[in-house]
């Protein structure tokens, strides 16, 4: 797996980030994986709908099986207090 997924423990990609804050949060990832041009359009289709700006995703970069690729999207999400 490619460095680029792993992050780094010394950093934070959020600005304001404290232990509160951070504990307060979700980390979510949301990972595609398949064909190049599968990986595209999805991508396109999700920012179409409003899920996510194309520039929030990974750098493509080759998966396991031949003539694959993955993207990833890491979002935080504050925890809410009740599952309504």
Do not use: H
């Not at 950093?11 to 398949?34: F, I, K, M, R, Y």
């Not at 929030?56 to 080759?62: F, H, L, T």
């Amino acid at each position: 797996m490619s460095q680029e997924f792993v992050p780094d423990e010394n950093s934070s990609d959020c600005p304001n980030s404290d232990s509160a804050a951070v504990s307060e949060q979700d980390v979510l990832l949301v990972t595609l994986v398949g064909s190049p041009q599968g990986v595209r359009e999805t991508i396109l289709t999700l920012y179409r709908l409003g899920f996510a700006e194309v520039g929030d995703w990974s750098p493509v970069q080759r998966a396991a099986n031949a003539g694959q690729v993955m993207s990833v999207l890491i979002r935080r999400k504050v925890r809410s207090s009740s599952l309504a």
